[in-house]
């Protein structure tokens, strides 16, 4: 339809630059690796080249930070693809699920797809979520050498992972589900519920990693390799008993969770507002406009950084299109 002369889809920005007809030509032979050498084994293969080449770029520009986030991002998808998700309660619930390692501000830095399995790891003794940090955090370093707090959510927190990275000198701190740390605080989540508003349990495991439960709206439940009880910091929160906003009392790790987890969300964010579609029966169509969305959005988080000019993600798209 853009190459259309009628006014309401016409648009001369792509007619004048290429014909239809080799745009469809390109588009129907796309690819990004040779079919004749595909791994079997990795069910993204089509596409690895280019994530793998998309990764060292992004590691190249990352800012230099401390703290990293690590979470989860899906990218829509209705058609039938083995590695297709659905994630009940998500805003997008159909789709293939993407690892992301991420600065607090959003720059997404290392992303690789999930495929229920991870081929060729050397961390086959932990997690799926476990060994996917560890690849981030060797990814990290390599690129730039140093030590780093990771952060991330309770898929992701273990003993062990928290007691490899500590041997790797880095830090990490994390929620927690119910029953996968051991020795947890002896206050059960009922009885601390009980409590006054802002009360907390903590206990040292494994090789001095301390679980923390504090009761806000709901008990939480969080494991640190670094950040500890104290120093202890006040919270504004709304009191349904006294009708006001009162404040309590926050252990450190929790307030270093809250601060430093929501990177990858705030990516998520960018992109959704914008996002591209394509109607093709190509399966990597989807996670291959996710790769391209990944990078705009990296390059507006560097332009805020380095440029006095500010402007919001729409007219920083608009104008690397008009380019």
């Given at each position: 339809m853009f190459w259309e002369q009628r006014t309401d889809a016409h648009n001369v920005l792509i007619s004048a630059a290429m014909r239809y007809d080799p745009f469809e030509t390109i588009f129907?032979?796309?690819?990004?690796?040779?079919?004749?050498?595909?791994?079997?084994?990795?069910?993204?293969?089509?596409?690895?080249?280019?994530?793998?080449k998309l990764n060292d770029r992004c590691m190249k520009f990352v800012p230099n930070e401390t703290y990293f986030s690590f979470d989860e991002s899906m990218v829509p998808y209705f058609g039938c693809h083995g590695c297709k998700q659905y994630i009940r309660g998500k805003p997008i619930r159909f789709g293939y699920k993407f690892w992301c390692g991420?600065?607090?501000?959003?720059?997404?830095?290392?992303?690789?797809?999930?495929?229920?399995?991870?081929?060729?790891?050397k961390h086959e003794e932990y997690s799926v979520g476990a060994s996917i940090v560890l690849q981030f955090s060797e990814a990290l370093t390599e690129a730039h050498p140093g030590q780093y707090h990771f952060v991330f959510d309770n898929f992701f927190?273990?003993?062990?992972?928290?007691d490899k990275l500590s041997s790797m000198r880095h830090q990490a701190t994390g929620t927690v589900r119910k029953g996968p740390i051991d020795k947890a605080p002896s206050e059960s989540d009922v009885a601390l519920k009980k409590?006054?508003?802002?009360?907390?349990?903590?206990?040292?495991?494994?090789?001095g990693n301390i679980v923390c439960r504090w009761n806000d709206n709901s008990v939480v439940t969080t494991a640190s390799s670094s950040a500890g009880i104290h120093p202890l910091c006040l919270v504004n929160r709304y009191s349904q008993k006294l009708k006001k906003t009162i404040q309590v009392q926050q252990p450190d790790m929790i307030k270093v969770y809250n601060h430093f987890m929501g990177g990858v969300d705030?990516?998520?964010?960018?992109?959704?507002?914008?996002?591209?579609?394509?109607?093709?029966?190509?399966w990597y169509s989807s996670p291959?406009?996710?790769c391209f969305e990944l990078l705009l959005q990296n390059a507006w988080q560097l332009h805020k950084t380095y440029d006095e000019k500010q402007m919001d993600f729409l007219e920083f798209c608009r104008r690397v299109v008009c380019h």
């Open positions: 129907s032979n796309l690819h990004v690796a040779d079919n004749a050498y595909l791994d079997p084994a990795d069910k993204f293969s089509k596409l690895r080249p280019l994530i793998t991420a600065t607090c501000l959003g720059y997404i830095c290392w992303f690789q797809p999930y495929q229920g399995t991870i081929p060729n790891t927190t273990s003993n062990a992972l928290l409590k006054e508003r802002g009360t907390f349990d903590y206990r040292i495991v494994g090789k705030r990516a998520n964010e960018n992109t959704d507002k914008h996002r591209a579609s394509i109607h093709g029966k190509k291959f406009l996710f």
